[in-house]
């Protein structure tokens, strides 16, 4: 399958002339390792009464990108790689490689459940805090001065951790749109990461999954082919 790179207390009785049990002994409550990563997680607020209307495509796209076959970005615009994640899930489906919506390729979305295209969700203090680096430059020669990469501000940040690009996300919303801490957006339905599945990490891996929104459960590929002619990275 192609993929791309979610006690029981004893009450005793005690009488005047009975002595106290000993408590059992209790263990000291271990803290949570994955407390800090869960933090960064957007929880849903509910729809309003006015419907949606998502841009077309793009419920295709989430369904895709939930199952592993990515089309660069989700924004709703149909493009070569929306065609090229199609033909990926319907060659792992064992369906004929069209990179088009026929019947049997819907079916074979379909039965990944009824998922909405997009949903709103309140930006946690956590993952609005950053850190940023508003002056990073364009040009890769400068980019090399940096001892890392990192975001240039929330919006930018906030369209990588829902797989989109910011003009998407002011699309879903409007120019007016406030962001920032308990703020509200409308995003791309990507799956969220689970942060009680994130293994031991001493290299900070884990906040990247979780700001990326990418789970750390991933298939082992058995090979890995970049095909240059369609600029396409395909696992089996």
């Known amino acids: 399958m192609i993929v791309r790179l979610l006690v029981l207390a004893a009450i005793l ?49 989430v369904v895709l990108d939930r199952l592993g076959f990515s089309s660069g970005v989700i924004d709703g615009k149909a493009t070569r790689l929306d065609k090229s994640a199609l033909r990926g899930f319907q060659a792992a489906s064992d369906l004929a490689e069209t990179g088009q919506m026929d019947e049997a390729t819907r079916r074979a979305l379909a039965q990944a459940g009824q998922i909405a295209p997009t949903r709103l969700v309140r930006i946690p203090a956590e993952f609005a805090k950053g850190p940023f680096v508003p002056g990073l430059p364009r040009e890769a020669s400068g980019q090399a001065k940096y001892d890392h990469l990192g975001y240039r501000d929330l919006m930018e940040a906030l369209a990588e951790r829902f797989h989109t690009t910011p003009e998407t996300l002011i699309a879903l919303n409007s120019p007016g749109t406030k962001i920032g801490a308990g703020a509200v957006i409308r995003v791309p339905n990507v799956a969220d990461v689970d942060a009680a599945t994130l293994p031991a990490d001493e290299n900070g891996w884990n906040r990247t999954l979780m700001t990326l929104g990418v789970s750390p459960r991933q298939p082992r590929a058995a090979a890995v082919v970049v095909d240059k002619s369609d600029a396409v990275l395909r696992a089996y």
Not at 49 to 61: K, S
């Open 13 to 61: 009785p005690i009488t005047a002339c009975q002595s106290p049990p000993e408590k059992p002994h209790q263990q000291p409550d271990r803290p949570d390792p994955n407390a800090r990563f869960k933090a960064l997680k957007f929880t849903d607020v509910p729809e309003k009464e006015v419907r949606f209307v998502p841009p077309a495509g793009m419920a295709v796209e």
